[in-house]
């Protein structure tokens, strides 16, 4: 036991070796080599997360977000990127959801952010909005790169979502058939 306790302790060294400047970028929404550059784009759009942290509630270093700084670093980096602090809160964690087509919602089981998600379809919703709960999945685990020891369960709701955005894609051919023969005579 106290080995496992070591080896934890080491990969918590690790996760706190971030530079001033790792630190300061992934507070800010600006891509760095921990969340890539969709990641940081979405955070100057669409997911405003600036968390405070106290080093003592959770496990992160001490840390109160500047909506001023915020701003004007989502601006610089992103061409004058405007971010909508209130637009995830207005779009999905309500049943305003049911207003959207072509989603598919995950969770893990494992996943700590799952209480805070979108658990079933709402009533009402577009028949293209799935809902899935992955049992013994974590945090984004079917976004991740395939493995062999990857659940039964991740496997199968890869190939769902696949499935799902290939019926998305023909949908959108068939109804502007002629912007896929531009856009193809382009390629």
Request: aromatic share 12%.
């Amino acid at each position: 036991y106290l080995h496992r306790v070591g080896q934890l302790d080491r990969v918590f060294a690790s996760a706190w070796s971030f530079t001033e400047r790792d630190l300061w970028l992934s507070h800010y929404g600006v891509e760095d080599w921990t969340t890539g550059v969709s990641w940081g784009y979405q955070c100057c759009t669409e997911v405003y997360q600036p968390m405070p942290t106290d080093g003592v509630t959770d496990i992160e270093l001490p840390y109160q977000p500047n909506k001023t700084q915020y701003f004007e670093g989502c601006k610089k980096r992103w061409d004058g990127v405007q971010p909508r602090p209130d637009w995830e809160e207005m779009t999905f964690m309500s049943d305003n959801i049911q207003a959207g087509s072509n989603i598919f919602l995950t969770s893990g089981q494992l996943d700590p952010w799952r209480a805070a998600g979108i658990q079933s379809v709402p009533l009402g919703s577009h028949k293209s909005i799935t809902v899935r709960i992955i049992e013994n999945g974590a945090h984004h685990y079917d976004l991740r790169s395939s493995h062999p020891l990857d659940p039964a369960s991740v496997v199968e709701v890869r190939k769902e979502e696949m499935h799902a955005m290939e019926q998305w894609i023909q949908q959108w051919r068939t109804m502007y058939p002629s912007k896929v023969e531009s856009l193809t005579s382009v390629l």
